[in-house]
């Protein structure tokens, strides 16, 4: 059986949302089940956003088992296979989903919550994310992607899809390059412009 | 296309459990729709809207509230048409008097209540728990488990209201509603009713002195039948499995369920999952409980399955455990973790490696994070007129608040509300106070949807009580909170078309409401004045009306059409006092402090600020500069 999971987080407008939807269209491109939960609290209002993606398939020839096929909205502890943070304190936030062969992916831009912004509180360092994060797992992979959609786009609009780049290069994803630039194609305007996003997150991860 | 008109029967596309719910409804040949927005249901009305050129025959409304909503749904049923009313938890309360009726008198076609349930309130001001409520209306509930399930209760729940002559209940919790997934289409009918007819019934809508009677015995023996019939339905199932220890579960809580067991590696135990929590079949539970020792109920909230199966099992002379509450809270939200967590003491069973080491290292990790919560969102007109609030009154104000996005002006830094519990608290509340507290102050917010949903008549009384406070109405022309659907003084749609919003003016004047102001929350200073003055005023009721589009919405719209003007904000350096007014006490996110060579500075980012100048107008050091170029073709190249 194929059972894959991965959560995405960060802040709402950051669209994890839309990052989680591809994932999902994807795998429907290729027949595999998907499901998992949305946490909007608050989109578009600086709330924390998490999108839970969750892939399911019976090896051919294999009968499904309701029991053992079941996958509710949510990750469990631990279970996460992969986890993208578009901002590195939801990744800290998060670590609880991690075991010790889930793939960490990282966007190193902090956005200031309002409790550091009015001096109560300390935001990490960024040495300190990483480090804590590698008590959960060895593959955790901080990548400058604000800056590289700047950069390169001069957008922040890019983020989303190199993030799907580095994904793909990095994680043993169950659905191929082609469903998720087939997704990307039919979903966002300007495709040219998404796709050198995709390789430019494929190049990133490589090195 | 919309996947969800695809008539395509056994194709599967991704969709919401909100998207089910609407698609459930099309393969049922709904014809009537309503709904007060409310968050995790909101999206079931932005599905029929969206839909309204692939089925032009459906009427899809966003109503006044949730009494309303549910009055229209009767009525279509009453026409022959089948019809949906879809709210949140809490919205029941309102629509309650009218689904206690409904109940009684049956249906004409198929009448379902769709309910989005909020355990752990993520947003809502409470987690009540609405299955409790069939008791009384005798309405019978369905508690979908899947995306998939989403749309097959629904469309089965009209089949069922017509059999039974009752309105039929779906249940859905956030965690389904806001679940994205696989969905197998089913079959779209051929023909969808248009018009229907009302047939006069006397004997059930007269609901009058005798005939309420016999009509509360009719929807009794409905529901009798109905209980007896339930096996046949083939909607409740058992998982067939070893051991004498079982487990009955419903909705999501049964995929938890299902996925907790494996994890305890107790994955064949037997299981008896209700489709139907409402109402139960005696026979159903005690045979699968007659040879086991002891039984779990996992279930949402307050053990509605579990009270009636004890109950049930009394009867049927069954005295084995049926635990439920005792182990798993009534308060909160239940999931995969906490289910496992607590079987796992309760079974002696381990959980797994991987979880416990996860549990540890994160406990040791996330205690001392800095919290996130929500804000405003940049530009938002609300910041300005909270902030414009907090800077006119003294802190011996009394804050009466209320629901919509302006109830994060609870949060830092802010910390303006003094309470907030359902619709229209904030006047509500405050007009007894004040026959009853001297020397103080009460400003009450409430926002243009709000109020019209059930605020008139608590601002009548304030009025006839002659009760001394300021109402400030946020009018920001959407119900933006929920995701922006129309409200009653939405004048121009995200398309451009001219809408017939409310005269508020006129409205407050008919009630009585001399003292009317408007003010344009990012004009700050002015906008302060006015509260001043408002509260200095001193007698009576006294409105201000905030007038500004919520910033999305405007930028939606606005981003349609090219401008003449661009306008910047900047922070000049030499002249910022670094008095943190603008950064901390308005926070607007686009406004951000780095370091310098020098040490640091404040700064706003322009790819983020929405050009609202409240920084601008506020900052007493006149260091925030307004900047104005006029575009001229050619710079679109630069
Ligand atoms: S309000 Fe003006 S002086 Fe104060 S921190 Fe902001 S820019 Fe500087
Ligand atoms: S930086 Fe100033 S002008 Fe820009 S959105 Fe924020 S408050 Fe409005």
Known sequence: MIAYDILICGIGGQGAISLGTVLKLAAIHEGLDVVGAERRGGAQREGIVTSNVRYRKPESGETPDERRMAASGLIPTGAADMMISMEPLEALRHARYLNERSVVIINNFPLTPVSVRMGEREYPQLETVHSRLREFTPNVHLFPIDELSRGHFNSLRQVNTIALGIASALGGLPVSDESILAVVREQFSDFETNRRAFELGKETARK | ?638
């Open chain 2, 1 to 638: 296309m919309n996947p969800l008109a695809l008539n395509e029967p056994g194709r599967t596309i991704l969709a919401m459990g909100n998207d089910a719910i609407v698609r459930g409804g099309l393969e049922a040949a709904l014809g009537y729709f309503s709904t007060y927005p409310g968050t995790p249901a909101s999206e079931i009305g932005e599905g029929y809207r969206s839909l309204k050129h692939e089925f032009p025959h459906i009427h899809a409304e966003f109503s006044v509230n949730e009494h309303v909503a549910a009055h229209g749904a009767q009525g279509a049923s009453w026409a022959g048409i089948r019809s949906m009313v879809t709210m949140k938890h809490v919205g029941m309360n309102v629509a309650a008097e009218v689904l206690h009726f409904a109940g009684y008198t049956g249906v004409g076609a198929g009448f379902v209540v769709v309910i989005g349930s909020d355990p752990g309130a993520t947003s809502s001001t409470s987690e009540q728990d609405d299955r409790w409520y069939s008791l009384h209306t005798h309405l019978p509930i369905l508690e979908p488990s899947s995306i998939q399930e989403a749309k097959d209760h629904t469309s089965r729940a009209f089949e069922l209201s017509e059999i039974y002559n009752l309105p039929v209940i779906v249940n859905a919790p956030s965690k389904l509603c806001h679940n994205i997934g696989s969905l197998r289409l089913g079959n779209l009918p051929n023909v969808f009713p248009v018009k229907g007819r009302f047939e006069r019934n006397p004997e059930r809508y007269i609901n009058l002195f005798a005939g309420s009677v016999a009509n509360h015995r009719r929807a009794m023996e409905a529901v009798k039948r109905l209980q007896g019939e339930t096996p046949s339905l083939g909607l409740n199932r058992v998982l067939p499995g070893s051991g004498r220890t079982g487990f009955i579960s419903s909705g999501i809580n049964y995929l938890y369920l299902l996925e907790a067991l494996s994890l305890l590696g107790i994955a064949d135990a037997p299981i008896l999952k209700i489709a139907m929590s409402y109402p139960l079949n005696p026979d159903e539970i005690a045979s699968f409980t007659r040879h086991l020792d002891r039984v779990y109920v996992v279930e949402d909230l307050e053990g509605f399955i579990e009270f009636q199966a004890k109950r049930l099992l009394y009867d049927a002379g069954i005295r084995i455990p049926i635990i439920g509450k005792d182990v798993f809270p009534a308060h909160g939200e239940l999931d995969v973790d906490l289910i496992a967590g607590r079987l796992s003491e309760e079974l002696r069973t381990p959980l797994p490696k991987r979880m416990t080491r996860a549990i540890k290292l994160s406990n040791e990790l996330t205690g001392d994070l800095p919290p996130r919560q929500g804000a405003f969102c940049t530009g938002c007109p609300h910041r300005a007129t909270v902030y414009s609030i907090v800077k006119a009154s003294d802190r011996n104000t009394v804050f009466a608040g209320d629901i919509g996005c302006y109830t994060l002006s609870c949060l830092p830094p802010f910390r303006a509300f003094d309470w907030v519990t359902c619709m229209n608290c904030g006047v509500g509340i405050a007009q007894g106070m004040l026959q009853k507290i001297e020397g103080e102050n009460v400003i009450a917010y409430v926002g243009d949807s709000t109020f019209f949903h059930s605020g008139i008549p608590g601002l009548i009384n304030a009025v006839q009580q002659n009760a001394s406070l300021v109402l400030i109405i946020l009018d920001n022309k959407w119900v933006a909170m929920t995701g922006h659907q129309p409200s009653p003084t939405t004048d121009i749609a995200l398309d451009g078309t001219r809408m017939h919003p409310v005269d508020i003016k006129g409205l407050l004047k008919s009630i009585g409401v001399s003292y009317v102001r408007t003010i344009k929350p990012f004009n700050i200073k002015a906008s302060m004045a006015a509260i001043k003055e408002a509260i200095r005023v001193g007698n009576g009721v006294r409105v201000i009306i905030a007038e500004e589009e919520c910033a999305l919405q405007y930028g939606r719209r606005v981003a349609r059409t090219p401008v003449e003007y661009e306008v910047y904000y900047q922070i000049d350096e030499g002249r910022c006092q670094k008095c943190n007014e603008c950064y901390v006490e308005l926070g607007c996110p686009a406004i951000r402090k780095e370091e310098t060579t020098g040490g640091w500075r404040y700064y706003i980012e322009e790819a983020t600020c929405l050009r609202c100048g409240a920084c601008h107008d506020l900052c007493l050091n006149s260091a925030i500069l307004r900047t104005e170029i006029l575009r001229t073709a050619g710079m679109e190249s630069l």
